[in-house]
């Protein structure tokens, strides 16, 4: 969600900056299928994200809303440089699938039904405070929706659509999303 001020820094991020200021991210985020060790699941592809969602994300780690060691520590960053990391990684898009597939996307298709009106019923996300679902590695999808069944992540509409899911439903409604090959990317330049 946009704060005050906030439409004028998104309109001036600096994509050149933004690319200067990533170089630091590409190490995680720029590797096609890199995971974390422990949990294991994959690092989020961040290219073609909505620019308000990376900054909210952002912020998030900043005030350690999301609890990630490395990423509280590389969120340190001014609200006019988020915008700019953000100018930067709008620019990318998916143009194939990308990564693995598990779960069953047919039944995470009809699952889904209950996500499409944030995040899209193919997961590109029509408001821009939303993530874009579409492509996202399936582990990281499934990490994501567990943090807000355990309440590891806080926000009371998602905790509640996915509260009573199974292991299952959670995989094969990841599986949708990570299917879909429009959507978001590693960004790899």
Not at 40 to 59: E, F, M, N, R, S
């Amino acid at each position: 969600m946009l704060l005050s001020g906030s439409v004028a820094l998104a309109a001036e991020g600096d994509p050149e900056a933004g690319k200067a200021r990533f170089y630091l991210c590409k190490g995680c985020h720029g590797i096609p299928g890199y995971s974390n060790v422990y949990p294991t699941y994959h690092v989020p592809k961040v290219g073609g994200q909505h620019p308000d969602y990376i900054v909210a994300a952002l912020k998030a780690y900043q005030a350690g809303e999301r609890k990630h060691g490395t990423m509280r520590g590389n969120a340190a960053l001014s609200e006019k440089e988020m915008w700019d990391i953000a100018a930067y990684l709008a620019r990318f898009k998916a143009k194939t699938q990308e990564g693995p597939v598990t779960g069953d996307p047919q039944r995470g298709r009809k699952l889904a039904e209950r996500c499409a009106s944030c995040h899209g019923e193919d997961g590109i996300a029509p408001a821009p405070q939303f993530p874009i679902l579409a492509n996202q590695y399936e582990s990281y999808l499934i990490k994501a929706m567990k943090d807000y069944q355990t309440g590891a992540r806080k926000n009371p509409i998602m905790e509640s659509m996915v509260k009573g899911l199974s292991e299952e439903d959670l995989r094969d409604i990841a599986a949708w999303y990570a299917s879909q090959p429009k959507g978001v990317t590693v960004v790899k330049e």
